[in-house]
């Protein structure tokens, strides 16, 4: 599931970032109502998470443009403004739900998922986002991340990893990944293969005490969480 979190206090967006991330949801932050605008109308997100007092543009005048153009999408309201009367403004602005700072971060998810299922969002929705030991593979918005580090990868290393990652503690020939990855037959006289592994390798195992992309001699190649 894909979040935007849209909160100006800093050390708050954090928090509920690394806390959403830590249960599985792909989360993006934006810092002003200016910015969330420009990412909530030009992404898909499966839910919006915004602040009601916002640098640029409030949450109030944001929550009725995203509305406008995405009249579908769940929002939260996350604010210090707690009154009758700030609650009934933003819902009158299209807020689906509302939740008071201070929090307790349980709530929150109550919340989300009250919200998603009351939208139609599954769990079945979320197999886009792969996990092995402290790796991470989110197949939609492309990110890879070990232990929280997010992690650059080509296209190509990217599809590798993806098929490493569904395929994990499974010896892998090169036969099989040339098909599966490459759609092509291997040609022994080659080491494409092992070059791209190799690739892989440094960017994935090389600041890691714990190596995952392990070479098994004479069959191929294992994504595995300790030594073979």
């Not at 604010?79 to 009158?92: H, P, Q």
């Not at 759609?183 to 494409?192: A, M, R, V």
Request: glycine share 6%; hydrophobic share 40%.
């Amino acid at each position: 599931m894909n979040i935007l979190v849209i909160e100006d206090e800093e050390r708050l967006a954090v928090l509920v970032k690394q806390g959403l991330e830590e249960n599985g949801y792909a989360t993006t932050l934006a810092y002003d109502g200016l910015i969330g605008k420009h990412l909530a109308l030009k992404n898909d997100y499966d839910l919006i998470i915004m602040d009601i007092v916002l640098p640029y543009i409030n949450g109030i005048d944001l929550c009725k443009e995203v509305r406008t153009v995405k009249p579908d999408i769940p929002i939260l309201m996350l604010t210090a403004l707690g009154t009758t009367n700030d609650k009934v403004e933003a819902f009158d602005a299209g807020a689906d739900d509302y939740l008071v700072k201070p929090f307790d971060f349980r709530e929150l998810q109550v919340r989300i998922r009250a919200l998603t299922k009351r939208s139609g969002i599954t769990a079945k929705q979320q197999d886009y986002i792969l996990k092995y030991a402290d790796l991470e593979l989110n197949d939609q918005t492309k990110i890879v991340k070990r232990s929280q580090i997010e992690i650059v990868l080509t296209p190509k290393e990217f599809k590798l990893l993806e098929y490493m990652m569904q395929n994990s503690e499974r010896v892998l020939s090169r036969a099989e990944i040339a098909d599966k990855v490459w759609n092509t037959h291997f040609d022994t006289g080659t080491n494409f293969i092992d070059v791209y592994i190799n690739y892989l390798r440094k960017k994935i195992d090389k600041n890691f005490d714990q190596k995952l992309i392990h070479t098994k001699s004479g069959m191929g190649f294992i994504l595995r969480n300790g030594e073979l």
